[in-house]
């Protein structure tokens, strides 16, 4: 494994990277090195304490009155500032019928305000209002088999949206971040929360306050039904038409039974077919409040400055009443549950156990056990099903699928290789599980593992977005930023122990479920 890149590491990660990086067996130091370096590992939390505590020094938190919590972190390495704001709103929390309306609104997120985007808004508003209503219309016309009904109001539908189009300035939000030396203008969509995020100059971080506030402040959900059709193809591009993709759909809605973990990010076809704008504002309206938001600013700032401009620009929310939460609680699985599908493509095996959520206090133990059967062509999967028995030309496993804010799955996924069938690979699979079941893991291969674990997590470190990004995230889910800094403590206190006796519990059949895809049959 090659050292981490430190160029843009912030200086005070630097110094535990190498760290991490030299003593660890993925490096096969020589038998001289590994002996001297034997103390390090055995001070290995006390050393990560200097350097976690440094970071954390650069930290300042606050709320304003209407509820929105920012989290700030200054790090004056170079003059560019990144931003990460997060509503703690994704798949699960939307209603039953309306699937994919939370994705729905991350992309109307981009399309513009009242005053950007727009040409002439009070015309353009008119009109918009004007495609709602013929296309309810459309759907009643449908509904009762009016074909001739169905084409006319079709026909006033274009005639309205190409008036509508004519008012809109493309991307107009876009292309004023990339002018001021705007990157990474990006967003994404879990099955647990909704997140925008992107990088500008230093200097440009009041331009960012007004540009984000009044894009959640005063949103304006024009091009509606263009981006409906986008939406479609991209479902038909990630499911319909991909084997894999509609696998996934498929074991989803099996392993779960009751938790919305069940449905699709994306929306099943049908319920984006039927979505109107109205639903997204409905949607927007009760999530998209300052008490579900948490905004993290990480780079070239002053802490002092950032809480001043955030209250001029994020106070003018208004303070709402706390949002829904998710209460469905998944029972326990008491058998063995399989899928098979026939489909035109390779064999692939697929195989889930329920695991706990993010917060649990096994959490890392998870996160190490599945490291060292998974991560990288030293990993037992690897060398076992792909290296030494030829079983498989891929085989992988990872945690927190399809989310992990709450209880979810352990998944494992491989592609056999030619000749070789999905029951002798998931014998070779079961093998390696029942090992981790019955015989504490070595030494040396936890230590890689941790030592895996933790250079990735400081290596996702080594941009301020990257820093942002945790930061927000271990204080939604745990209540506290620091939790991301006591992770890697808690990764380097795992034993195989631990391992072993979170395997025992969790890899039972009764707790399993099992996918396959068959291909189809050359015809005769």
Not at 31 to 50: F, G, H, M
Not at 410 to 437: N, T, V
Request: glycine fraction near 6%; aromatic fraction near 10%.
């Amino acid at each position: 494994m090659p050292l981490p890149v430190l160029s843009s590491l912030p200086r005070y990660l630097c110094a535990l990277v190498l760290l991490l990086a030299l003593h660890s067996p993925l490096l096969s130091p020589t038998p001289a090195i590994a002996a001297d370096l034997s103390p390090v590992r055995e001070r290995n939390s006390q050393t990560l304490k200097p350097y976690l505590d440094q970071a954390i020094e650069r930290v300042t938190e606050f709320q304003l009155d209407n509820g929105l919590k920012f989290i700030v972190m200054e790090n004056n390495e170079a003059p560019v500032v990144s931003f990460y704001t997060y509503f703690d709103v994704g798949g699960v929390d939307e209603p039953v019928g309306k699937t994919g309306v939370a994705h729905f609104l991350e992309h109307m997120a981009f399309k513009g305000t009242e005053r950007i985007g727009t040409k002439d808004f009070a015309q353009e508003q008119k009109l918009l209002d004007q495609l709602d209503e013929v296309f309810g219309q459309i759907t009643q016309a449908r509904a009762k088999g009016d074909k001739e009904a169905e084409a006319k109001l079709e026909e006033k539908f274009k005639q309205i949206q190409q008036q509508a189009q004519s008012l809109v300035q493309q991307n107009e939000f876009g292309q004023i971040i990339q002018m001021a030396g705007g990157v990474g203008l990006n967003a994404a969509t879990s099955a647990d929360a909704t997140f925008y995020f992107y990088s500008l100059p230093a200097n440009k971080l009041e331009l960012w306050m007004s540009l984000e506030s009044e894009r959640f402040l005063e949103p304006v959900f024009r091009e509606f039904y263009q981006e409906q059709e986008v939406i479609l193809e991209e479902r038909r591009m990630r499911t319909e038409n991909n084997p894999v993709g509609q696998m996934v759909e498929e074991f989803l809605d099996t392993a779960f039974t009751k938790h919305p973990y069940r449905r699709p990010v994306i929306g099943y076809d049908e319920d984006i077919r039927n979505l109107s704008r109205q639903d997204v504002t409905d949607f927007y309206e009760k999530y998209y409040t300052p008490g579900n938001m948490t905004i993290a600013v990480v780079g070239d700032v002053k802490a002092n400055q950032v809480k001043s401009l955030a209250q001029k620009y994020f106070g003018r929310f208004p303070k709402r009443p706390p949002t829904p939460q998710v209460t469905v609680v998944e029972p326990p699985q008491t058998e063995q549950k399989e899928i098979n599908l026939t489909l035109p493509s390779q064999p692939w095996y697929f195989e889930g156990y329920h695991s706990p959520a993010f917060d649990d206090p096994d959490s890392a133990v998870f996160d190490v056990m599945t490291t060292i059967l998974s991560s990288g062509r030293t990993s037992r999967l690897y060398q076992s099903l792909v290296e030494e028995q030829q079983l498989a030309l891929m085989a992988q496993g990872f945690n927190g699928f399809p989310a992990d804010k709450f209880p979810n799955l352990l998944m494992f996924y491989a592609q056999s290789a030619p000749g070789r069938s999905l029951d002798e690979l998931s014998q070779a699979l079961h093998g390696e599980i029942e090992r981790l079941k019955t015989e504490p893991v070595t030494q040396e291969e936890l230590e890689r593992a941790q030592n895996l674990l933790q250079i990735s997590a400081l290596q996702s470190l080594n941009s301020n977005m990257g820093m942002a990004q945790l930061l927000v995230k271990y204080n939604v889910r745990t209540g506290d930023w620091r939790n991301l800094f006591a992770r890697l403590e808690a990764i380097a206190a795992v034993t195989p122990e631990d391992i072993q006796r979170v395997a025992q519990a969790t890899f039972r059949p009764e707790n399993s479920t099992i996918g396959r895809i068959l291909p189809e049959s050359p015809n005769p």
